[in-house]
């Protein structure tokens, strides 16, 4: 009997140590599955938060794009209401050819060319403005709305005052004078 004694006890001895071995084992597995599910909150929490980040990133993008758009189809806008504006300005200049303004205009302005340009001058404009410029025998056929242009007798010296050159002129004061009274803005 010493013997299964000895068996016995070295089978208990072996049941011991493998349930000592397995509550071990199942500690530390209950261990590292704790660490896991602990690791795998945080990269969930991670992925979490980067995706928040990148769709606020994204979500500042899209409205940063919509603002810029909004503006560039303001800004157009703008600019053909303003080439609008300056359409209908050329419309009416085109209308007062037939006024006493325009007549008056044009002779002042005559004047003041003929006297820069000195002797041998010479004076063009349309056929429909030549009795205005009569008295400085103008050549004709000036391909223009209005106005005439005049050139010393070197040809050095060119003064172009046609209704299209005194209107680019002033272009830019019109356009920033309409910007001022469409939209209250400085241009």
């Known amino acids: 009997m010493g013997l299964e004694k000895l068996v016995e006890e070295v089978r208990r001895r072996g049941q011991d140590e493998a349930r000592a071995a397995s509550a071990l084992a199942k500690g530390e597995a209950d261990d590292i599955t704790k660490k896991g599910e602990a690791q795998g909150e945080a990269v969930i929490k991670e992925a979490q938060a980067k995706g928040a980040e990148a769709a606020k990133a994204h979500k500042a993008e899209v409205i940063s794009r919509a603002r810029s758009q909004g503006k560039r189809i303001l800004a157009d806008a703008k600019k053909q209401a303003i080439e609008r504006h300056l359409e209908a300005v050329w419309e009416r200049i085109l209308e007062m050819r037939q006024k006493e303004e325009y007549l008056s205009l044009m002779r002042h302005l005559a004047e003041d060319a003929v006297a820069e340009a000195g002797k041998g001058f010479r004076l063009c404009s349309r056929k429909e403005d030549a009795k205005l410029f009569g008295r400085y025998k103008p050549e004709t056929g000036l391909d223009s709305a209005g106005g005439f242009v005049v050139e010393d007798a070197k040809g050095r010296l060119r003064i172009d005052c046609t ?25």
Do not use: S, V
Request: glycine share 12%; aromatic share 12%.
């Open 163 to 187: 209704l299209e050159a005194l209107f680019e002129e002033k272009k830019g004061d019109l356009t920033g004078l309409l910007y001022r009274r469409l939209f209250g803005e400085r241009r």
